[in-house]
């Protein structure tokens, strides 16, 4: 697995409260006490990383594989989909371009989630606090085949989170029709796991 930077080794050693294992998002934090532009898009992202974790929780080999139609992503391919999509989210606060995506072949499917919700968590955090001033300075960087183009914050809320979301909620339908469906007791609402 590739290093992750050292304030994602720093999140991954801070659970989310009443987390059962080292991965973030089994539950959502508590909200911040203020409407910053910054803590608002921040828990955007903490609204995907919840769902995605639950989307993906307890996934079997039928899941992954799993596709409605011949033309249609499987379970894992939306999984990757998503993937790609996480990096693109946590480049912007980075301050990083995006380049072509990496060859996932090599990477399992435990390897995506943890990474995905680690990117999620990482994006979170360093949108956390952000001023409305900060956030207009945030640049969607990408080069791909030579060709560099940049555009302003809000292509990243309408293109890959936005997108993101999305996707997650296939994953949830593609689940349910291979025959494994979410576990019932997610509350999206509250962001947090009913007993």
């Known amino acids: 697995m590739r290093k992750l930077p050292l304030l994602l080794c720093l999140l991954a050693t801070l659970p989310c ?3 059962t294992d ?3 998002y089994a539950e959502i934090a508590d909200y911040p006490a203020d409407y910053s532009a910054g803590n608002v898009l921040a828990r955007m992202i903490d609204a995907l990383g919840f769902r995605y974790y639950w989307a993906t929780e307890g996934l079997k ?5 799993y596709r409605p139609s011949e033309d ?3 379970g894992y391919e939306t999984i990757e989909h998503v ?5 693109m989210i946590r480049s912007v606060p980075r301050g990083d371009t995006m380049v072509r995506p990496e060859d996932l072949e090599a990477i399992s499917f435990a390897e995506l989630r943890e990474e995905t919700l680690r990117r999620l ?4 955090a ?13 640049r969607v960087m990408f080069s791909y085949d030579g060709t560099y183009s940049e555009h302003p914050l809000w292509n990243l809320i309408n293109g890959p989170l936005a997108d993101a979301i999305y996707h997650t909620g296939q994953l ?7 025959g494994n469906p979410a576990d019932s007791r997610v509350n999206h609402f509250l962001g947090k796991l009913q007993q």
């Not at 080999?61 to 594989?65: G, H, K, P, R, Y």
């Not at 968590?121 to 979170?124: G, L």
């Not at 949830?172 to 291979?178: A, G, M, P, Q, W």
């Open 172 to 178: 949830v339908t593609l689940r349910r029709s291979s």
């Open 126 to 138: 360093l949108y956390r606090g952000m001023s409305s001033e900060a956030l207009a300075d945030q």
């Open 83 to 87: 993937y790609g999509l996480s990096e």
């Open 61 to 65: 080999e039928q899941d992954l594989a």
């Open 72 to 74: 249609a992503r499987s």
């Open 121 to 124: 968590a990482e994006s979170s």
């Open 17 to 19: 409260r009443g987390q």
């Open 22 to 24: 080292s991965l973030p």
